[in-house]
């Protein structure tokens, strides 16, 4: 079983920068595919970025060019680097994965972190 922690978020204003971070118990070099999910309240949790394998990435419409995803398996750790933050960024982020790629490609998600909240002020 994984266990994901999240960190880094908090409190930023427009235009600043974020990074957040997700601390896996164990080794998450068998896990394909990480990804990092955003839900703002009131709103169904959507996809922000994700990573396939160590270079392969995609991102949301609405963060591309903005943030990054990345990955290092000798930490055992996930990253999003969230640069120029809008309001509309608010909401608590949440790395997950899946024990197999085609289940999280489909939105079938097996293993969820706590999340860690981020608020945009303007």
């Known amino acids: 079983q994984v266990q994901l922690v999240e960190s880094g978020g908090g409190l930023a204003q427009a235009g600043r920068s974020l990074r957040l971070s997700c601390a896996a118990s164990?080794?998450?070099?068998?896990?394909?595919?990480m990804g990092w999910y955003r839900q703002a309240p009131g709103k169904q949790r959507e996809l922000v970025a994700l990573?396939?394998?160590?270079?392969?990435?995609n991102y949301a419409d609405s963060v591309k060019g903005r943030f990054t995803i990345s990955r290092d398996n000798a930490k055992n750790a996930v990253y999003l680097q969230m640069n120029t933050l809008k309001p509309e960024d608010t909401a608590v982020y949440y790395c997950?994965?899946?024990?197999?790629?085609?289940?999280?490609?489909?939105?079938?998600?097996?293993?969820w972190g706590q999340g860690t909240q981020v608020t945009v002020s303007s």
């Open positions: 164990g080794s998450i070099a068998s896990l394909t595919a």
């Open positions: 997950a994965t899946s024990g197999q790629m085609a289940r999280m490609m489909k939105g079938d998600i097996d293993y």
């Open positions: 990573i396939i394998g160590s270079d392969s990435t």
